[in-house]
């Protein structure tokens, strides 16, 4: 290839290049309000995957994200990418003979976790179970809704995500948009998720939920505390989930979980699994524990005992 | 390549021209566009909430769709093996409407994906090396590598011959072999795979047995082929082109022996289920009986089971059978009866009662029931701008002209019913020179 050859197609490229860019911050002009709004939106339009940034790509999201909260909300909103401890897998444990069936972890969570609340979206489940039938989901009641709990003859069983070691749901997403982490928790990329919903079909635990219309999070409401793959405002269009409080649980020193904190009875347990002098690591050794829909093989972090 | 933009720019010359019926037809299915397309912007800026799916039923009239579509796109097979491998003259000739309605379905069924999913715009995540497909671990990737292998084999095999036609050449048997030996198994593959995104899940009782996919292919392969003689009956009434009543028959015998397989392996499957009684019952009861007083599936199942063992009979009896009325008759009730059946009768139930024994009874909104008959009518009108491309071509009413660059147009109608079918051929204007 002639030197002038070579050239003239530099110039070429060249061209074509800026008449891309140009294109590009028209249609952005044309469709966005404000110059620096539109960057941001194509910016957020084109961010790789969680996993896939580099140091500086992953800070210059968060700043990104922090500004953009900040403005929506009007006050300073905190987002962390604290990756997970070393020698950490954590495991939650539910003592069924005390749960009281209060719900008071269910609201806990929403405050700590900043879901819709219109419409409500709601990461724990709890559900009332007759004692004659034992834990039999097709007599469980969801809705109760009596003036005082507990009722006579009843006992109570929470479920939210479990955490599991072999996740269903991470295995069918179409563009690995959810994983589990080192530390156990199964977590979502928010930027990633396409919304698919094939997790939610997959999930035996109905643990997944999905913001069908915009959520609606008062800027009052907001807990300004977030995590990148946990607590922080949620789009429209993507799903969620529980992370284990993975803003509290996963720094040093970290806090208990908003539902194990909250709950009056104490049947909430958290822990290091891998620690053998831990409470969780005790529960399951000496507790009679039994592991919910055991049958599927996904072999849950979440273990429910009696300790009476 | 000039040759190509020949072609081009005449198909659309083609296109626009017409009788009033085929103008009347096209209006209809633009006017039904433009309300899906009003109703997609809507569910685009409230999100997901307009339509009745929730947590518990994830999945609804979107997915339903989608899955009895990829039975329809799958059918053109029941036409490419006879034609291609038996080299079966009657239906050779047709063979490439089966592809062109495989083309049509297989973009229905990707539109219907796309309205379903949250973020339509980040499907560039979906692409491998520029986003992350999740391949091979999600069936969901699957399903977007096979749908989309089989979409460009179908487009590629059925341009390819038509533009040949119209150069009046014979298609290279070297290229077009090999696709269309492709093109079988791949058609196996789209329904196969659909099968398994739903079979695979150990959370979903009723669609986590092994008997899926032969009842998915069974039933594929009763409403796509049905689907097609209706095709058949239409273009032979409406349009120029003759299609041979043995060809149509040999579909319908086809579709005898599907239903039959079909109606066997849900009978097996509702056996294993009765029998046993366990709690894995609850689905099939909410489908067929109704559950705690939940029954909004129930007539239709039954409407369902009723229309496909009367088409089974209609099709099974050589009289009814090679009796244009009830063939028709079992062609409609086969489709209809296929439609709830592989749709809302498949996709629902699994989400009925739900993984913690809730249960949220599910049925479209009015923006869903709009929005679905909108990417049916751009389904419809794909297919009407294929036809309407392809049949002419094998007629001999649209090639290039004699000077090798501009293009004839014998048929300026299109739509025209059978009595008026001479004043059409006299009417024609002939050649219709163009050079650039």
Known sequence: ?308 | MKNIWHFFTGTLVLISKGSKGYYCWVAFLLTLMSIGGIAYINQLNEGLIVTSMRDQVSWGFYISNFTFLVGVAAAAVLLVIPAYVYHWKPIKEIAVLGELLAVSAIVMCLLFVTVDIGHPERFWHLIPKIGLLNFPQSLLAWDVVVLNTYLTLNLTIAVYILYNLYYKKEPNKSFTTPLLLLSIPSAISIHTVTAFLYNGLGARPFWNSSILVPRFLASAFCSGPAFMILIFFLVRKYTKFKIDDKAIQKVAELIAYAMFINLLLLGAELFKEYYTGSVHLAPVQYLFQGLHGHSALVPWIWTAMIFNITAFFLFLVPDTRNNNVTLVIACILVFVGVYIEKGMGLVIPGFIPDVLHEIYEYAPTGIELLLSMGIWATGLFVFTMLLRVAIPILNGDFHVADDGVGYYIGDQLFFVSHHDDESSSVGESGVDDKTS
């Open chain 1, 1 to 308: 290839m002639s030197d002038n050859k070579k050239c003239d197609n530099q110039v070429r490229h060249h061209s074509r290049r800026k008449f891309l860019k140009g294109l590009t911050a028209g249609i952005g002009l044309i469709a966005l309000p404000g110059r620096e709004a539109s960057a941001s939106v194509w910016e957020e339009f084109f961010q790789k995957h969680f996993r896939e940034l580099s140091k500086e790509e992953l800070s210059k999201v968060i700043v990104r994200l922090e500004k953009k909260y900040s403005q929506q909300f009007g006050k300073q909103v905190k987002v962390k990418s604290t990756p997970p401890l070393e020698g950490v897998l954590f495991g939650y444990g539910l003592d069924l003979s005390r749960c009281i069936g209060c719900r008071r972890c269910v609201y806990a969570c929403v405050e700590e976790n900043n879901q819709s609340r219109d419409p409500q979206i709601h990461w724990i489940r709890v559900m009332q179970m007759n004692k004659e039938k034992g834990v039999d989901l097709s007599h469980a009641e969801h809705y109760y809704n009596p003036d005082k709990v507990p009722e006579k003859g009843h006992f109570y069983m929470p479920v939210a995500c479990q955490q599991c070691e072999k996740p269903a749901c991470t295995k069918v997403c179409p563009v690995q948009a959810t994983w589990k982490e080192n530390d156990g928790i199964v977590v979502v990329d928010y930027n990633w998720c396409i919304g698919c919903r094939y997790c939610m079909a997959a999930c035996p635990y109905g643990a997944r939920h999905f913001n069908w219309g915009k959520p609606g999070l008062p800027a009052k409401d907001l807990n300004t505390n977030t995590h990148y793959l946990g607590n922080r405002p949620r789009p429209k269009g993507v799903v969620e989930k529980c992370t284990f409080c993975i803003q509290r649980t996963r720094e040093m020193p970290g806090r208990y979980p908003a539902c194990e904190e909250i709950c009056p009875v104490g049947a909430r347990k958290f822990g290091n699994l891998l620690d053998p002098e831990s409470e969780i690591r005790y529960l399951i050794e000496n507790k009679r524990v039994f592991i919910f829909k055991e049958d599927l093989n996904t072999q849950p972090k979440f273990y429910y005992f009696y300790a009476t």
